[in-house]
T-cell receptor, first 111, second 114 residues
Framework: QKEVEQNSGPLSVPEGAIASLNCTYS??????FFWYRQYSGKSPELIMS????GDKEDGRFTAQLNKASQYVSLLIRDSQPSDSATYLC???????????FGSGTRLSIRP | ETGVTQSPTHLIKTRGQQVTLRCSSQ?????VSWYQQALGQGPQFIFQ???????GRGNFPPRFSGLQFPNYSSELNVNALELDDSALYLC?????????????FGSGTRLTVV
């Protein structure tokens, strides 16, 4: 069973600080990785994708990938109250047929 | 507005009934994947349709079935509804099954089984 593991949280971070979200995956053949943001009662929204080892930055968001450790992370700088949401880590399985999701980490930004 | 539309948005059904959920994929996308998301959980893969053929199935019983039409829209049918089927059902479309650009989700259908 291919799995994606995340700490469910909640993770509470003060406004303006850096939020760090982590994810591990079991399928060593996976090549594409995603972070989705999901507000309560809404559908997931793609915010970052990463395919190569290292860091990828997009505005306040940085995704980090380490394939050897099978580890993906998301950093959110200058956290804002609007960042309060559940963040889903997702990977394309090695058969390249579907995206598998973790259970999500609930992030709360406190004023 | 993502271009992926789902209907209905909310639905209440009685245990044992049947339900059909609908999804219109984003223009140009030939792949539709269906997910079930229970409260507090991540989306669980139900099945995927690619060019009108089933292209993979998750760990769901046969009473979950689907179709994809020539215009790439799709239906999810669930027979003999159980209380545990209460969840948010998400449809996602993509250019291909393992699209490296990720999936685009519709707004979902909230199904409540009583």
């Amino acid at each position: 069973q291919k799995e994606v593991e995340q700490n469910s949280g909640p993770l509470s971070v003060p406004e303006g600080a850096i939020a760090s979200l982590n994810c591990t995956y079991s399928d060593r053949g996976s090549q594409s990785f995603f972070w989705y943001r999901q507000y309560s009662g809404k559908s997931p929204e793609l915010i970052m994708s990463i395919y190569s080892n290292g860091d990828k930055e997009d505005g306040r968001f940085t995704a980090q990938l380490n394939k050897a450790s099978q580890y993906v992370s998301l950093l959110i700088r200058d956290s804002q109250p609007s960042d309060s949401a559940t963040y889903l880590c997702a990977v394309i399985d090695s058969s390249a047929s579907k995206i598998i999701f973790g259970s999500g980490t609930r992030l709360s930004i406190r004023p | 507005e993502t271009g992926v539309t789902q209907s209905p948005t909310h639905l209440i059904k009685t245990r044992g009934q049947q339900v059909t959920l609908r999804c219109s994929s984003q223009s140009g996308h030939n792949t539709v994947s269906w997910y079930q998301q229970a409260l507090g959980q991540g989306p669980q893969f139900i099945f995927q349709y690619y060019r009108e053929e089933e292209n993979g199935r998750g760990n769901f019983p046969p009473r979950f079935s689907g179709l994809q039409f020539p215009n790439y829209s799709s239906e999810l049918n669930v027979n003999a509804l159980e209380l545990d089927d209460s969840a948010l059902y998400l449809c996602a479309s993509s250019l291909e099954p393992g699209d490296v650009y990720g999936y685009t989700f519709g707004s979902g259908t909230r199904l409540t089984v009583v």
